[in-house]
């Protein structure tokens, strides 16, 4: 069994504590947040009603892709739907597995059940900027089981304009047999995908970032050099669990 790092610190130095009070004044103080948590949220659905009203720009619906079955087109890869969301996973040709892009898997990892989307009539697609067989094999080791495209036959068309190699999240709609790109985003936009920092930002210490607004003393080392925040040990923290349960991650070909 590979030895891998504790997932948490365990005992260790004492951290500082927020201040403690009674109910009465706690409660004032969460009553004043959420005013402000609530204008964020209004804020939140005005940014998505602009979305909605956001013009299109039509993409060659033949663009070809390599899925499991060989060349297939962005067309097809809506599976009959109306619309389609489609990460673009970094990747890092010939590297092993701990050497793949960290903030793609921890994203990737996140979406799994998909029948909500489907229900909405939305497919999802993971469009890797690598090839197909080699990254298949790390998405088996993954245990990912979201549609797996390999983007590279057409990956400087489909992001036109773009860099090539960052992670993006596309929006596309079909209307018949034409393809239309509606929104797109990269870096932090991608975090639409995640709940762990979602869950992460309403407790007592955050992320633990040294970017972050925290309090004097709280603990921010999460993404101190040499380790990234989203490495443990020297490989996406996602990894973790698959070693543990003895997957190999080997993926040079059988």
């Known amino acids: 069994m590979t030895e891998h790092p504790q997932y948490a610190n365990g005992p260790g130095p004492a951290w500082p504590l927020p201040p403690v009070v009674d109910r009465a004044a706690h409660q ?3 009553e004043a947040l959420r005013v402000r948590e609530k204008a964020h949220t209004r804020e939140g659905d ?10 299109m720009v ?4 033949d663009l070809e892709l390599t899925g499991p079955d060989g060349p297939l087109t962005l067309l097809d890869a809506f599976e009959g739907r109306r619309q389609l969301i489609a990460y673009y996973f970094m990747w890092h040709e010939g590297h092993d597995a701990a050497g793949q892009c960290e903030g793609c898997t921890w994203v990737t990892t996140q979406v799994q059940d998909l029948s909500f989307l489907h ?22 080791f993954m245990g990912w089981e979201v549609p797996w495209y390999s983007a590279l036959p ?3 068309e489909l992001l036109v304009g773009r860099r090539v190699g960052m992670m993006h999240l596309v929006c596309y709609l079909r209307d018949g047999d034409r393809v239309y790109e509606t929104y797109w985003t990269t870096l932090r936009g991608v975090e639409q995908m995640d709940y762990s920092y979602a869950l992460i930002d309403l407790t007592a ?16 080392e999460r993404d101190a050099p040499p380790e990234h925040p989203m490495r443990l040990g020297g490989r996406p923290i996602s990894q973790w669990p698959r070693i543990e349960a003895g997957r190999s991650d080997d993926l040079t070909p059988p």
């Open 28 to 30: 004032a103080e969460i």
């Open 46 to 55: 005005a940014i998505a009603a602009a979305r909605r009203r956001l013009p």
């Open 58 to 61: 039509e993409v060659p619906a």
């Open 119 to 140: 229900s909405r009539d939305i497919t999802y697609a993971v469009f890797c900027q690598g090839p197909y067989e080699e990254s298949r094999r790390y998405r088996d």
């Open 154 to 156: 057409s990956v400087d």
């Open 205 to 220: 210490y955050g992320r633990q970032e040294l970017w972050e607004d925290s309090p004097p003393g709280w603990p921010q």
